[in-house]
């Protein structure tokens, strides 16, 4: 069984920073791409950032220069810096991974459980 765990989340007043992890744990599988995705109220889930098995990484416009992703293969984990923040960041954020078992060859998607930003004017 793949679990996903996030932390990070908390009230930030505009301009402030937080940091969001979140980690994969279980055994025999593969993680391909890692994402965070995030749903505000009233809207629909939206991209954030994804970053490759190989750390390219790719952001939505809306954050970026102020959100930075990484991730450490070792740990099975993603993080996402965020710098600058703004009223509009708040939302529901989520982490996703694409994730195969060993010895089969399709990936399905992974969710975190979701973690609350809210930042403050």
């Known amino acids: 069984q793949v679990q996903l765990v996030e932390s990070g989340g908390g009230l930030v007043q505009a301009g402030g920073s937080l940091r969001l992890s979140c980690a994969a744990s279980g055994s025999d599988f593969i993680i391909n791409a890692m994402a965070w995705y995030r749903q505000a109220p009233g809207k629909q889930r939206e991209f954030v950032a994804q970053?490759?098995?190989?750390?390219?990484?790719d952001y939505a416009d809306s954050v970026k220069g102020r959100f930075t992703i990484s991730r450490d293969n070792a740990k099975n984990t993603v993080y996402m810096q965020m710098n600058s923040l703004k009223p509009e960041d708040t939302a529901v954020y989520y982490c996703n991974f694409a994730i195969r078992r060993v010895l089969t060859s399709i990936y399905r998607d992974y969710w975190g459980q979701g973690t609350q930003v809210t930042v403050s004017s």
């Open positions: 970053i490759t098995r190989g750390g390219i990484a």
